[in-house]
């Protein structure tokens, strides 16, 4: 079956760096991405690779390793408004995308 | 980029009783637009598929009867829940895509959805 697995929650602390991890198992492959949900918001996009490697725009960066089916999502200098939920979806050999349930990200003082 | 609009962004409506969701894509024209249901502390579960000027295409679960879709146009589709339940409350958000084709025919592998603002939705 199809399966994405991402932590449930974390905490960090504000100016510090955060990543979360996500792996994926789909029918065919064709892109990973990574969503920010606020609450009661829809979720906005963040980044799409489909090429193994670091993918950097401005304070967020998102990496891929299709071999291992992992991605990362990286937040450096963290900010209050960076508490959300983040998303990871990977889009299978029918370009649907496959969910993850979402990681709560908390950030601290 | 390109912004895809909901209607209405809340709606309370009474057991038994009908409700129109429409998704606009404003700038684009969306060939492919999908349906999304969210209950609290959850993560989206995609509801149906909807491809303009054919049938949508269910996810197993969905009762294709009680959400009706219809993607009439290359802008605009609805979502229709018909003898709403209590259980039917929830956070809706419809999705677009603008399907590009590359050399031959191929689907573009620039691929983005772009979501709507989401509708809540509460059935009393």
């Known amino acids: 079956g199809q399966n994405i697995d991402q932590p449930t929650e974390m905490t960090a602390t504000e100016g510090a760096i955060v990543q979360i991890n996500c792996t994926y198992q789909?029918?065919?492959?064709?892109?990973l991405f990574w969503y920010q949900q606020h609450a009661g918001e829809a979720p906005t996009f963040l980044s799409y690779n489909v090429l193994d490697g670091l993918e950097e725009k401005g304070r967020f960066s998102s990496f891929l390793s299709r071999s291992k089916g992992y991605s990362y999502l990286l937040l450096k200098e963290l900010q209050m408004k960076d508490s959300a939920s983040y998303l990871c979806?990977?889009?299978?050999?029918?370009?649907?995308?496959?969910w993850g349930a979402g990681t709560k990200l908390i950030i601290k003082p | 980029g390109a912004v895809v609009s909901q209607h209405p962004s809340w709606v309370i409506c009474k057991s038994g009783t009908s409700v129109k969701i429409e998704c606009r894509s404003l700038?684009?024209?969306?060939?492919?637009m999908f349906w999304y249901r969210q209950f609290p502390k959850q993560s989206l579960m995609l509801m149906a598929t909807s491809n303009e000027g054919s049938k949508a295409t269910y996810e197993q679960g969905v009762e294709k009867d009680k959400f009706l879709i219809n993607h009439a146009s290359l802008t605009l589709s609805t979502l229709t829940v018909t003898s709403a339940h209590p259980e039917d409350s929830s956070f809706y958000i419809c999705s677009a895509r603008e399907t590009l084709t590359g050399l031959a025919g191929a689907p573009n592998f620039d691929y983005e959805q772009y979501f709507g603002p989401g509708t809540r939705l509460t059935v009393t």
């Open positions: 700038d684009f024209q969306a060939t492919t």
């Open positions: 789909t029918s065919g492959f064709n892109g």
């Open positions: 979806a990977a889009l299978d050999s029918n370009y649907q995308l496959i």
